[in-house]
């Protein structure tokens, strides 16, 4: 028999626009197709939003075609595709889900179990949908890329230490290995939920040369760079030799030579890359896992700060506005009702 398939409210963009106009994003009803065979079919319950929304927004024009953006959603597994086997209908799930694939901002949304964690028990959805992106991103920052482990020594600074990714970059760091974790703050609020995240020492970045050398006179050992440009001199200046910088955007233009005359390496970090181009892989799974464990376990905590209702166009639009125009801390969730 075919499968059978569903419809689903969404919120969709459909050109390029000022986030302001009133068709900025809108309400739309779309068909769901059937889950594939490693697909979930959740009822989402609720998502975050994350700047990668605002950026697609802004750069990719779908041309009239309606365009569901999000990524981090948790939620209700109501169907599964034949070849799935670690989850079962009733399951609550929690995940960052897949760039090349429709997004989360939808009463159902269909994901691949192998990028899809088990909610940990001890949070709601909310609270569950602050975490996925930003602690696969923080994840793969400093255990793939930088190679730590809880015998690592040494001084890590967290730059934007109390946005999405440093708020769990600071906590996956103090609690995972045995750095010093400098973080990057120039507010007290944002100085404050640092400190609260675990970070041991905070220092403005509008004066970073300077009060970095009061922490480390010989300099730090790697960096986690969410904002790189014009930075690369002064990461440069502030790293010991062969130090190592992690970076999660992608400023255009940027020149790299200023690491060469201390061997310093600089690593590009994008959590989509494991399903975009290693499908079959249950990294982000099994990493999914252990961030639930680890927070039912109360060594990592939520970063939502800013809690928002029901999941429509209106207040996705206010979303997307707070993004755009203030320095977040922690993360702006979006519960369905």
């Not at 973080?183 to 939920?193: D, L, N």
């Not at 675990?198 to 509008?206: L, T």
């Not at 001199?233 to 005359?261: F, H, M, N, Q």
Request: with cysteine; charged share 20%; aromatic share 6%.
């Amino acid at each position: 028999m075919p499968k059978t398939r569903s419809r689903t409210s969404a919120v969709a963009y459909l050109y390029n626009c000022p986030i302001d106009a009133p068709d900025a994003l809108v309400d739309v009803d779309l068909e769901v197709a059937a889950p594939g065979p490693h697909d979930l079919l959740v009822e989402v319950r609720a998502v975050s939003v994350n700047p990668v929304d605002v950026k697609v927004r802004a750069q990719v024009d779908p041309g009239g075609t309606p365009k569901v953006l999000g990524f981090d959603a948790a939620g209700v597994v109501v169907a599964t595709g034949d070849a799935v086997a670690s989850f079962a209908v009733g399951d609550e799930v929690y995940y960052a889900g897949s760039i090349a694939r429709p997004g989360s901002n939808a009463g159902l949304h269909l994901v691949d179990e192998r990028i899809s964690g088990h909610k940990p028990r001890s949070l709601d959805f909310a609270e569950a949908a602050a975490l996925p992106l930003t602690a696969i991103t923080a994840w793969e920052a400093l255990f793939d890329k930088l190679g730590l482990t809880r015998s690592s020594r040494g001084i890590l600074l967290v730059m934007a230490a109390a946005g999405g990714v440093g708020s769990m970059a600071v906590q996956l760091a103090r609690h995972l290995t045995g750095m010093t974790v400098v973080g990057t703050a120039s507010r007290p609020e944002s100085a404050a939920w640092a400190r609260s995240m675990g970070a041991h020492h905070v220092i403005n970045h509008h004066h970073l040369r300077g009060e970095l050398r009061e922490i480390a006179p010989s300099g730090v050992d790697a960096i986690i760079s969410p904002f790189s440009a014009g930075k690369v001199e002064t990461y440069a200046e502030v790293l010991r030799p062969r130090g190592e910088v992690v970076a999660i955007d992608e400023p255009e233009g940027l020149d790299l030579l200023p690491l060469k005359s201390k061997s310093q390496t600089w690593h590009w970090e994008f959590m989509f890359s494991r399903p975009l181009h290693e499908p079959d892989s249950t990294y982000q799974r099994e990493l999914l896992d252990e961030v639930a464990r680890l927070v039912d376990d109360g060594v990592l905590r939520t970063t939502v700060t800013s809690r928002l209702s029901p999941l429509n166009a209106e207040t996705m639009r206010a979303a997307h506005l707070q993004i755009e125009t203030s320095a977040n801390i922690g993360k702006i969730v979006v519960e369905a009702c």
